[in-house]
Nanobody, 118 residues
Framework: QVQLVESGGGLVQPGGSLRLSCAAS????????MGWYRQAPGKQRELVAR???????DYADSVKGRFTISRDNAKNTVYLQMNSLKPEDTAVYYC????????????WGQGTQVTVSS
């Protein structure tokens, strides 16, 4: 599997933007799915967005039209551009990498905190 390190979180006002980055320790070219999940206090971890190595993307309904996931295989990095942020987007955001056969849901990063507040 692969090690993942997230960055780019922080405090932002409602309506603002942030871009999260997830740097992998090895090539992500053959990793089937790279994704972003989030977990708010007292809630279960949920899928935010994911991108396959075919570039097909999926988004949670709550972020469609506001968030964009992308992957740069040359830099072994996945991004999550978050626009029009809302207080309910406040959570710890985790990067995930998964390929068929990987256990425990694949590889996870340590998480980065995103807080949307005025």
């Amino acid at each position: 599997q692969v090690q993942l390190v997230e960055s780019g979180g922080g405090l932002v006002q409602p309506g603002g933007s942030l871009r999260l980055s997830c740097a992998a320790s090895a090539s992500i070219f053959t990793i089937y799915i790279m994704g972003w999940y989030r977990q708010a206090p007292g809630k279960q971890r949920e899928l935010v967005a994911r991108i396959r190595n075919s570039a097909i993307t999926d988004y949670a309904d709550s972020v469609k039209g506001r968030f964009t996931i992308s992957r740069d295989n040359a830099k072994n990095t996945v991004y999550l551009q978050m626009n029009s942020l809302k207080p309910e987007d406040t959570a710890v955001y985790y990067c995930n990498a998964w390929t068929p056969g990987w256990k425990n849901g694949g590889s996870w990063g340590q998480g980065t905190q995103v807080t949307v507040s005025s």
